[in-house]
């Protein structure tokens, strides 16, 4: 399949095992397609060509709607992402208290947009739009943890963060 | 039942004189309150007291302020507790011990004015202990229904209380439950969706309740099930509230050992199962055929309406489709009667409604009101202000589908009329304050930039029209317009609205409705000024010179 899949076959074994699980315990039903898809980039961080079309197969999904799915909904990622992701949120709060700022300092240092990932791969830039975290305007999730009314100098800490 | 037997086992058979509520919903979460838990539960070993408790709660709602931790049997409130700072710890367990130390929440205009029926058990019960929330008269409706009501009654009772959609459109609660109720299923079967993909940005609401007290949300759906025929129910759930998802799994899976959910519910022919659908990160999806389409593992488009889901719905079966909030306060509804529902809030707009209180305002976090009660009171009383004391300049509701108000009418009621009269609408309850340092044709191209990327695409009006509508605002933000523009932006607006297929592309013009209405000065100084008011656009004639 891919050098991912040949490089770490143990592990990306039991990730399969894992997907496979997911997709008898939801009987193959064609309806099952959303959660396996997220069980998918859970264990393999997005969704690969390939895996999409097993996915199909598996419930008897044809490629057409599988991709249609995939790229329907924001959250599937069809590129590898980087070693680190930060999402900046761009809610009405933290629109209002100025989360363009802190996305124009990453893209100053880092020469990226949200959606793209940093030249070295360290660091995938994405936005929310919404968190639900308003209290904390503006508010940044930098790999899955939520940080709170986020400074242009915040954005210099978090950045130097992720180098190490 | 056995968890309560453990935890008497390792406490001493002292009774609890004091507890020191730690919020854990996603805001403190995030502030380190699990350390803060930790850290008073040590000092309170440390220093041997044995008749006081701590535990974890829901929201304990000025998310402002926190991590926060409540004493609720002397009404103390602590902020911004550092666990790393052995005096912030100490402050709180001098309090457990007798002492005053907080701040004192019963005069307190932010928490003293609000009435609490969806959050009555938020910050009081332990959101991952079903045993507390029965201790709190959690199930109590429900064991009540179907044990000694039918289902027609338990229908009724909803429909007198006068309960109104509260994921924003305001239809009457117990007319669709009425419809789907009287709906025939070819095989019988019916579903009930509990609709918690919060889409507006600036509203959290729905995720706070999930968060705090997924009970009441699961003991709602299951009374829904009960009055409308159904036994399948499905929440809902964006992705992005992880904590919600687990709290939703942990709660589903303890009702079901205590037989308040499943087959056979309190040993009565009631039988009502839920399962958790978990979205992708898609706004539209919180319109009801969309949420169907998604539900069914599909892309979510929404299709036009009739049939109405109420006749056919998920698997083309007749589908009740209620909102978090709307759930969340059927509970209370049956317990204290529909007579008592009805004469909170307005004629028209009966009871309570959750907001959550963010933007420029001092008191950020979650309120819930009366119906009925003034912006004023909102944003001065509860809110506290302006951040800095500044001048407020509108507040927002109803997220990419609602309007901006005016400080002209911050003395209006707060109920589904009014706030449509003012351009507006109640919506989901997401309120964003304004100050001056807001530029209002800025705020529109916001809302219009959301609905474009959000826009699904399938009907034209809504995947052109938002688009165009952007350029157009992006051109008077950039201080490239004519007033012919303005024109323009007014008759597409209006074509958008009425033509659109479903919600967003209807409701999408909406921002650019208000702004024009309230603030139209500040388009007008965009395009013959050349400038903002707010000094947010950077105009192309200003950056040249």
Not at chain 1, 56 to 80: E, N, W
Not at chain 2, 132 to 148: E, F, P, R, S
Not at chain 2, 296 to 309: A, H, N, Q, S, V
Not at chain 2, 367 to 382: A, F, K, T
């Amino acid at each position: 399949m891919s050098t991912a899949v040949t490089a770490e076959a143990t592990t990306d074994d039991k990730k399969w095992k894992m997907i496979d699980a997911r997709i008898r315990r939801r009987g193959n039903s064609p309806d099952a397609l959303i959660e396996v898809l997220h069980a998918v980039q859970e264990a393999f961080g997005y969704l690969e060509p390939d895996v999409l079309e097993y996915v199909g197969d598996a419930l008897g999904v044809p490629p057409s709607r599988v991709y249609g799915v995939a790229t329907f909904y924001s959250l599937f990622m069809l590129k590898p992402q980087g070693e680190h992701t930060v999402i900046v949120c761009t809610g009405t709060a933290c629109y209002i208290n100025h989360a363009a700022a802190l996305l124009g300092r990453i893209h100053d240092r880092l020469d990226i947009k949200p959606g793209e990932t940093s030249a070295d791969g360290n660091v995938s830039l994405l936005n929310a739009r919404c968190l639900g975290a308003c209290s904390m305007a503006p508010a940044v999730v930098v790999d899955g943890s939520v940080q709170g009314r986020v400074t242009t100098d915040g954005i210099d800490v978090i950045l130097e963060g992720l180098k190490s | 039942m056995t968890d309560v037997a453990e935890r008497s086992e390792t406490k001493p058979p002292v009774p609890i004189r004091a507890c020191a509520n730690v919020c854990e919903a996603a805001g403190c979460m995030s502030l380190d309150a699990e350390k803060v838990l930790e850290a008073i539960r040590q000092r309170i070993d440390e220093r041997g007291l044995d008749d006081v408790a701590v535990k974890r709660v829901g929201c304990l709602r000025l998310c402002a302020a926190g991590p926060l931790v409540e004493l609720p049997e002397s009404g103390q409130l602590f902020e911004s507790v550092d666990p790393s700072s052995p005096e912030s710890i100490d402050r709180v367990v001098d309090a457990l011990a007798g002492a005053q130390t907080g701040r004192a929440t019963a005069e307190d205009p932010f928490f003293a004015r609000q009435v609490r029926i969806v959050l009555a058990n938020s910050g009081v019960v332990d959101p991952e202990e079903i045993d507390d929330y029965i201790a709190h008269g959690g199930y109590k409706a429900l064991t009540q229904a179907v044990t000694t009501m039918r289902p027609y009654e338990v229908l009724e009772e909803v429909v007198h209380s006068g309960l109104r959609g509260r994921g924003g459109a305001g239809y009457p609660t117990g007319l669709k439950w009425r419809t789907v109720a009287k709906s025939i299923s070819p095989d019988e079967k019916k579903y009930v969706i509990c609709n918690a993909d919060e889409g507006d940005p600036g509203a959290f609401m729905d995720r706070s309740v999930l968060e705090s007290v997924p009970q009441q949300v699961l003991e709602g759906m299951a009374i829904a099930g009960y009055a409308v025929g159904a036994s399948h129910g499905y929440i809902y759930v964006r992705a992005e509230y992880p904590l919600a998802v687990k709290r939703l799994r942990l709660a589903i899976r303890q009702a079901e050992r205590a037989n308040l959910l499943g087959t056979n519910i309190a040993d009565t022919a009631f039988s009502f199962e839920i399962d958790i659908r978990i979205g992708a990160g898609a706004f539209v999806c919180g319109e009801e055929t969309a949420l169907i389409a998604s539900v069914e593992g599909r892309r979510g488009t929404p299709r036009p309406r009739p049939p109405f889901p109420a006749q056919s719905g998920l698997w083309e079966r007749p589908t009740l489709i209620n909102n978090v909030e709307t759930l969340a306060s059927i509970p209370a509804i049956l317990r204290n009667g529909a007579t008592w529902y009805r004469a909170i809030g307005t004629p028209k707009s009966a009871g309570t409604k959750v907001f959550a209180l963010a933007g420029r305002v001092v008191n950020t976090g979650l309120i819930e009101v009366p119906m009925g009660v003034s912006l004023r009171d909102i944003v001065y009383d509860i809110g506290g202000g302006i951040i800095g004391g500044a001048e407020f300049k509108a507040v927002q509701t109803g997220g990419p589908s609602g309007g901006c108000i005016p400080a002209a009418d911050l003395d209006m009621s707060v109920d589904y009329e009014s706030l449509a009269q003012a351009g507006s609408i109640m919506g989901s309850g997401g309120m964003i304050v304004m100050d001056e340092t807001s530029c209002m044709v800025d705020v529109a191209k916001y809302f219009m930039d959301f609905c474009r990327d959000e826009s699904c695409g399938k009907c034209i009006p809504c995947r052109v029209g938002t688009v165009q509508l952007y350029g157009l605002l992006d051109k008077i933000t950039r201080g490239e317009a004519e007033l012919e523009d303005l024109t323009t932006l007014e008759s597409l607006a209006d074509m958008v609205k009425s033509t659109s297929l479903c919600g967003l592309g209807q409701s999408a013009p909406n921002p650019i409705f208000s702004t024009l209405r309230y603030f139209r000065d500040e388009y007008v100084a965009h395009i013959q000024d050349r400038t903002c008011p707010a000094g947010v656009c950077e105009m192309t004639s200003a950056v040249s010179s």
